[in-house]
C-alpha cells in the first residue's frame, strides 16, 4: 500500500501571508522525479493567470530553480527537463471536480480551496 501525505497550510486571519507561494514552492522538492505529475487548482482561470497569481509566481520561481523548465502559458503548464510536469487548472462549477477524474497525480494544490462550491 502507498502512503498518503496530506498536507495543509492556513492562516485564516490572513491574507498575503505566503500560503499559495508555500503551495508552489512545495512542488520543487519533487520535480526532478520524471514521473511526478502536479496540479495546482483555483476557481477560475482568471485568478490563475492574473497577475501575481499562481501562474506568474510559479513562472518566476520555476525558472529561478531550473533555468530548463518550459513554461506553456496558454496550457499552464511546466515541465520540467527530468519529464516532471506541473499543471494549473480551474474548478468553477460542482461539475468540473470530474474533469480531474482517472488523473494520475502526486501532488494536489487547491488554492483557496474555500472559494471552491
Given at each position: 500500500?502507498?502512503?498518503?501525505?496530506?498536507?495543509?497550510?492556513?492562516?485564516?486571519?490572513?491574507?498575503?501571508?505566503?500560503?499559495?507561494?508555500?503551495?508552489?514552492?512545495?512542488?520543487?522538492?519533487?520535480?526532478?522525479?520524471?514521473?511526478?505529475?502536479?496540479?495546482?487548482?483555483?476557481?477560475?482561470?482568471?485568478?490563475?493567470?492574473?497577475?501575481?497569481?499562481?501562474?506568474?509566481?510559479?513562472?518566476?520561481?520555476?525558472?529561478?530553480?531550473?533555468?530548463?523548465?518550459?513554461?506553456?502559458?496558454?496550457?499552464?503548464?511546466?515541465?520540467?527537463?527530468?519529464?516532471?510536469?506541473?499543471?494549473?487548472?480551474?474548478?468553477?462549477?460542482?461539475?468540473?471536480?470530474?474533469?480531474?477524474?482517472?488523473?494520475?497525480?502526486?501532488?494536489?494544490?487547491?488554492?483557496?480551496?474555500?472559494q471552491i462550491n
Open positions: 500500500m502507498e502512503e498518503v501525505v496530506t498536507n495543509f497550510i492556513t492562516d485564516p486571519m490572513k491574507a498575503g501571508s505566503g500560503k499559495s507561494y508555500l503551495g508552489i514552492m512545495d512542488m520543487l522538492q519533487y520535480v526532478h522525479m520524471p514521473e511526478f505529475r502536479g496540479v495546482m487548482v483555483r476557481r477560475t482561470t482568471p485568478m490563475i493567470k492574473g497577475v501575481g497569481g499562481l501562474l506568474d509566481t510559479a513562472s518566476t520561481m520555476y525558472k529561478e530553480a531550473d533555468n530548463g523548465v518550459k513554461v506553456k502559458p496558454s496550457t499552464m503548464e511546466f515541465i520540467f527537463p527530468s519529464g516532471a510536469e506541473i499543471k494549473m487548472s480551474h474548478c468553477e462549477r460542482a461539475q468540473d471536480k470530474h474533469n480531474f477524474q482517472g488523473w494520475q497525480v502526486a501532488a494536489f494544490l487547491i488554492d483557496e480551496g474555500q
